[in-house]
């Protein structure tokens, strides 16, 4: 009965390793976001997708590409891995961008990259 | 300037007070949302409640409840009867308009919540 789930849960690698994390939503919502949470639990959106089109790109490396199958769908992909990119990955869902009603983002659980 | 401040890094209650923790927020959006998320030390952010700009009257959900000021631009969350799962960090965090059109949440730097037996 997840409602916005990602896998996976620990990722440890390697500096200069490519891995993707996936994300998966059963909510019907219509966006999905990446949030990285540094050491310092410090919480910045990274991209938003609503219906498979990119909607906030924030500053971010070109290391990092994110990928929207479908609507319930989002995965981040990361080339050449760095020290710095060690954080918190989260995903989370909303229902459709520009309403002005009630918007709660819900997140996943989190997945906790450490580069080595 | 900080969209969303928290000032308190770190605050302790004793179980079964209540307690306040601050935020305040900057914007120019005349519509604008405001949350509050709980993230326990397992690591998961959990949505617990949600204040729209328009809202009169102040958003409540169980023991938690949001006294939203608006004129001085604070939404604080106040916690009843603090239990020990209580223990966490607080994310107080605003939605409002980006460019483009399309609404963006921000969030705080955290207030770490002890509830001390």
């Known amino acids: 009965d997840t409602a916005v789930s990602q896998t996976p849960k620990y990722l440890v690698t390697q500096m200069g390793n490519d891995k993707s994390i996936k994300c998966e939503q059963n909510?019907?919502?219509?966006?999905m976001y990446w949030y990285k949470q540094d050491s310092k639990k410090f919480l910045k959106i990274m991209f938003s997708?609503?219906?498979?089109?990119?909607?906030i790109n924030e500053t971010v490396p070109n290391r990092f590409s994110p990928k929207s199958p479908d609507k319930a769908h989002l995965n981040l992909h990361i080339n050449s891995l760095e020290l710095g990119d060690s954080a918190v990955y989260f995903c989370a869902s909303s229902q459709v961008p520009g309403d002005r009603e009630a918007e709660t983002q819900y997140f996943g659980p989190g997945t906790r990259l450490l580069v080595l | 300037a900080q969209k969303i401040t928290q000032t308190q890094p770190g605050m302790f209650v004793q179980e079964k007070e209540a307690v306040t923790l601050d935020c305040t927020y900057d914007?120019?959006?005349?519509?604008?949302?405001l949350f509050w998320y709980k993230q326990p030390s397992s690591g998961e952010m959990i949505f617990l409640i949600y204040q729209g700009s328009y809202d009169q009257q102040n958003a409540t959900e169980g023991r938690y409840s949001l006294n939203f000021q608006k004129a001085r631009k604070s939404a604080n969350l106040v916690i009843s009867a603090s239990q020990l799962g209580d223990s966490a960090m607080y994310f107080c965090?605003?939605?409002?308009?980006?460019?483009?059109?399309?609404?963006?949440?921000?969030f705080g730097t955290g207030t770490k919540l002890q509830v001390i037996p």
């Open positions: 914007t120019s959006d005349p519509s604008y949302g």
């Open positions: 997708y609503n219906n498979k089109e990119l909607i």
């Open positions: 909510l019907g919502h219509d966006t």
């Open positions: 965090a605003m939605r409002e308009s980006s460019s483009g059109g399309y609404q963006k949440v921000t």
